[in-house]
């Protein structure tokens, strides 16, 4: 890998009449986040201008907003999309959901002290000032970052919560809220992943179904999100990849999202969960739902 020739590379896809959109493909997808950082300073450096002012100025549309997420760092972009679905146009609840939800203590840390160094305000008063109720309550425990990352499961206290969950939600009229945050948002996920199995008995029906049947509209999409990651996070972004793309239009920010925050962690595995879960691969979905240079892209950070 050499900083220098990439940068030359992606300087001569974009000098002059046209723009070489398949060199910058080539070039951008070959590398790993930090090879890319590397090519951002040594453009700068050696061509004397800044390579994100240039890829926007001959980019647009959706192939714009994968090869910029692309050259942004990894707890940058996280950072950016956040505050996109907070101070956007209406708050998009879907993508606060999923980055708190899905991320580890250290990721949401470094979330939390990026987020206040680049706009001034905490990612919690944002949350606080955006959102409302118990949903609010939830992306604010997530945001913490302060879930047990241990393993140990302790059996009496894995009986105790879910037989907590059971009452506070099938068994009493109304839901008990609270109870379902606490445990399900600081708790270990072995832990968690027992208390799923004992509630299973007590209540006869999974933690999910009680989730659909108590809760409604954003805090339900929270906590089973929520369920969700903590039992398999592949299988929960191949969820959310198929719902961006199945039926009628497409659900661009979360496709993107995914695809680009995902392609160097686990793309492997959500393409495995996607293929045993909709008996199509993922790489024919994206085919059949996108087009032009955004589409070959996706496909190739997607591979195979």
Request: aromatic residues 8%.
């Amino acid at each position: 890998f050499s900083a220098e020739q990439e940068a030359q590379a992606l300087r001569k896809s974009m000098k002059g009449f046209g723009t070489d959109e398949d060199a910058i493909i080539e070039t951008l997808t070959k590398l790993n986040v930090s090879q890319r950082q590397q090519v951002l300073i040594t453009y700068k450096s050696t061509i004397g201008r800044d390579l994100i002012d240039d890829l926007k100025s001959e980019l647009s549309g959706n192939f714009e907003r994968v090869i910029i997420g692309l050259m942004t760092p990894t707890t940058m972009y996280d950072v950016h999309e956040l505050r996109r679905a907070l101070k956007g146009a209406g708050t998009d609840e879907g993508c606060l959901i999923e980055i708190l939800a899905s991320r580890t203590n250290t990721e949401i840390r470094h979330i939390n002290e990026n987020y206040k160094l680049q706009y001034g305000s905490t990612l919690e008063d944002d949350i606080v000032s955006d959102t409302s109720s118990m949903f609010r309550r939830v992306l604010v425990s997530l945001a913490t970052g302060n879930r047990d990352e241990g393993t140990f499961v302790d059996e009496a206290l894995a009986q105790q919560d879910a037989q907590c969950l059971y009452e506070a939600g099938e068994k009493k009229w109304g839901t008990d809220e609270v109870q379902f945050m606490s445990i399900l948002c600081t708790r270990n996920r072995c832990h968690l992943l027992r208390v799923f199995d004992v509630y299973r008995v007590i209540a006869n029906k999974d933690i999910t179904e009680s989730i659909k049947s108590e809760m409604s509209g954003d805090l339900e999409d929270a906590l089973l999100a929520v369920v969700k990651c903590l039992r398999n996070k592949p299988a929960y972004f191949a969820e959310r990849l198929y719902r961006s793309m199945k039926g009628l239009g497409t659900d661009d920010s979360t496709l993107i999202r995914v695809m680009v925050s995902r392609s160097e962690i686990d793309m492997l595995y959500i393409r495995r969960e996607f293929q045993a879960m909709y008996g199509k691969s993922l790489h024919s979905f994206i085919k059949g739902d996108c087009s032009g240079d955004y589409r070959k892209v996706l496909l190739r950070l997607c591979g195979g």
